[in-house]
């Protein structure tokens, strides 16, 4: 009886042993857990910095500049015309949205033409030379709207809407007449509006290439020509593909005939 008594005596104490040993291991397995877990929490709240975002003017704003240059030739039966133009259009505008853009162009232009002419005296024919320059210059407030993409989005096709105003003032550079008024006339006064396609290429994050079709152009047009002695006269004049085309089927030229309109849009 008593040998029973240690031997159950000597079991109690290994139980005790193993599970004070086993109370050890649990600690340590939740204190490993728990530190893990910690870890764990500290590198889910560690969040990296945001990218640095744009101001919503330089999202939305945008400026460019234009080049329009052209050649005139218009022969008729008793005058020919010859000359060239060049104009330069700075620009800035607003991206309203992704497809819609606002925007104003200011600018001026320089034209030089030749003007032959017929002149009868009494019964003699004979040609007159005259060099006729302008300098004019031009407003365009408009809005432009993007019908499609292409290429992954590097091709855009718009249709813009343009209003105009803007004033010429043509004088004599050469023979008798150096430094006068051509035909009497001061200056004059154009407006109107006109709507053409435009197609404009990106070729990287801050440059976009356009290049205007305004011979494709419709529209609507009203000039005010004042002369030297008071006297004004009006001409109004529907513009249906910017009277190049019909002309050019008639072969007869007019300006911008041989012409080409052209800038970058720049974004900040």
Known sequence: MKTKLLFLAALLCSVTVLMAQDDHIANGLSSVAAIAGEANTVGDTVTLPPPEQKPLWKQKLYYGYNFDIYFHHDSRKD????????ALQP????????????GMRVG??????????????????????????HGSWQIEPYMRYRLKTL??????????????????????????????DYEGLRHSVTYGFQVSPVITYQFNKKSTFQIFFSILSIGYSG????????????????????GKLSNMLANQFTPGLYGLKFGVQKSF
Not at 79 to 86: A, D, Y
Not at 116 to 132: C, G, H, N, P
Not at 171 to 180: F, H, I, K, L, Q
């Open 151 to 180: 290429f992954n989005g590097k091709v855009g096709i718009w249709i813009e809407t343009h209003l105009f105003t803007g004033m010429d003032f043509p004088r004599v550079t050469d023979n008798m007449e150096r430094g006068t």
């Open 91 to 102: 620009e800035v505008g607003w991206k309203l949205t992704d497809r819609i853009y606002l």
């Open 223 to 242: 000039s005010t020509y004042c002369y030297a002695d008071g006297s004004k006269q009006y001409i109004n004049d529907v513009i249906i593909f910017s």
């Open 79 to 86: 005058r020919k015309e010859n000359g060239w133009s060049i």
């Open 108 to 133: 001026g232009s320089y034209a030089n033409m030749t003007i032959q002419s017929d002149v009868k005296l009494i019964d003699t024919t004979y040609t007159a030379d005259l060099r006729v320059h």
